[in-house]
């Protein structure tokens, strides 16, 4: 094999596993990584119903940092952790800082989280959070949007006493709807306001 062609082959091979890496941040990856792969796949336009009753689209958070993290109100410790942390860090926010970001609750458990479940349940996180539900299909299309999985466990127990896998990652988007950077599970709150600082 003749010089050239070996350093053209390795060049090849060096591009395929940067492309690589740069699929593999999403949405495993590390929290605070950005890359135009991760734009692309995440996010996207959503129709659903606040903890009001108001029904809303991406449009409504338009100009301001979406905090999107998808859970539901019957989450035994993984959701009240991770909206915890979420309130924590934004409560380390200046008042400048925490008029450009809403925080948003979407329940991947619409049978049970209506309306006015969520009302009575995001105002103890957070003032400002906002909790979203809507119809088994608006909830399936917005999941599908931000790449966030769930499943009914146990769906036929005879109380109804089921519970939803699901993912746990917060997402930070744009004031331009497109996808900022994420933040795993256990991550801790002083690093997510941290990052959210720098952002902002």
Known sequence: MSRIVFIVIAAV???AAATAGRYMMMPGG??????????VQVG???TLTDHTGKRVTEKDFAGKYMLMYFGYTYCP?????SLSVVAEALD?????QLAKVVPIFVTVDPERDTPEVMASYVPHFHSTMVGLTGSEDEVKAAARAYKAFYAKVNADAPDGNYTMDHSSITYLMGPDGLYVTHFNHGTEA???????????
């Open 190 to 200: 002083a690093k997510m306001a941290a990052r959210l600082k720098e952002l902002l």
């Open 44 to 46: 996207g336009p959503f």
């Open 77 to 81: 410790d993984v959701c009240p952790t």
């Open 30 to 39: 590390s929290d605070g990584g950005q890359s135009q792969a991760a734009r």
């Open 13 to 15: 091979v060096v591009v």
């Open 92 to 96: 380390q926010l200046s008042p400048e």
